[in-house]
């Protein structure tokens, strides 16, 4: 590049406009108004009983099918209220609930990821509704022929795990502490899901899942009980975030979830009484 | 001239970009695809991240221009230190700026703390996604266009000034249109980052459909997500490549253009 010739007119050129220099102030308090400006709230829906609201659930991984089949059960019943779900590992959800995210119902797979919260007055009090226990999750037909923990640590099966943040791998560690199987996996996930589709799409050889996992996934997964599991319960609590705008309806979702007919729909996706 | 054995790496470096991408396209489920992609999984993303690219490269123009132009007529001294700053997020992980954002912005951070006093929450909101998608794309604007400014000199614009004409003029008249290559390539660029910004948006803007959830989230929403086939995920994944395949043939045909 010709950066010699390039100096001195530049000099030269700065000398001249030196004095209509940008005034660094003015362009941060523009800067200022522009992130303002995107920011602008969108105006909250007032929680009154007939007007349209959307109700906001984060939901444990886990929960994904039963609680899309939940939600459609409580716009059926109230159809002034639409509901977007969020599901991802409780961790995750935890965090950005502690970071203001527009939650208004929040559901764990775990008690501790839901303590974190209520421990910072985030949540109201929580309910458990409904439990969970681990499966070994294998391709169909197990052709590995993977039938216990200890053959998850086997050096030609590639095993995969809840990261042990996420309320699926603090149940995975107890349980294959319990078992005194230590083992090293090949990846560990944020979400339970995450598990699921590592084995369903052959990523992997194995992976400890919930059983409403296997359930929810007849055709992609096959489901082993390994020993000791029904001694490792995941318990489910659900609680209404402390900022939400629409305790109501939240209140309303929780009080589907807990009823008779809530707990058959849950109980049909293959959880457990809490 | 060059030593025949070149052929060897130089291969097998175009075999590893470009294998994967053949991969993927073999993996294609090309009957259900017009079904995946008229799905509203796929479109509710493919409008959010659109919208937001586009007012994010908007924003990259409105504040990187004037930047670059700064930049490229300051002192050499200032111009090295001012281009080591907006390099910092080109070269740092998207993640480490949605931390950086978060720190800033999020509830408790350092002006989001004041921000939740007058009721303004940008975090997880559409706004942080395009906040984020623009802290990371902007460098590229910054760079194609201060470079283009550099290369250019500042000859023609003294002359014209010389000549008499006036600032505003020389800028419109002189300046503008000699950087346009640049500044195309730059736009085309920061939009692409744009579009592709994962990891800051993960973070700072969360994951909920139609708010944030944009076309990078959706496909790795789908892939490890709930109940969802990956066959989503490959079906956005090949949406995602047919627009940088535009891009790269407007950046091309368009520099043919601005060039001849």
Redesign the interface.
Known sequence: ?NRF???S??????G??AH?R?APTAVVAA?LA???G????TPASSPTAQAPQTL?IYAA?SL??VFDTLAAQLTTDNPSITV?????GSSTLVT?I?????ADVFASADTRNMDALAADNLVGPSMLFASNTLRIAVAPGNPLGINTLSDLARPNVISVLCAPQVPCGTASATLLGNAGVTLSPASE???V??VV?KVA?GIADAGLVYATDIA??PDRIEGVTPAGAADVVAHYPITIVSDSAHAAAAQAFIDLVLSPKGQSILAAAGFLAP | MIPRLLYIPASIGLALLIVPLAGLLLRVDWAGLPALLLSKEALEPLGLSLVTAFISTILCLLLGVPLAVVIARSTPRVAGLLRALVTVPLVLPPLVGGIALLSLLGRTGVLGEYLELVGLRVPFTTAAVVIAQTFVAMPFLVIAVEGALRTMGTRYERVAATLGAHRSTVFARITLPLVLPGLLAGTVLSFARALGEFGATALFAGNQAGVTRTMPLAIYTAFNGSGVTTDQAVALSLLLIAVAVIILVLIGTRRAAVLS
């Open positions: 590049m010739s390039q100096v007119p530049r000099r030269r050129h700065h001249v406009t209509h940008f800067s522009l992130l303002a995107c920011a602008a709230p906001t991984a994904s099918g977007e779900t969020n599901y991802d950005q502690s970071e203001g995210a527009p996930e944020q979400s899901t995450a589709t799409e929810a996934n």
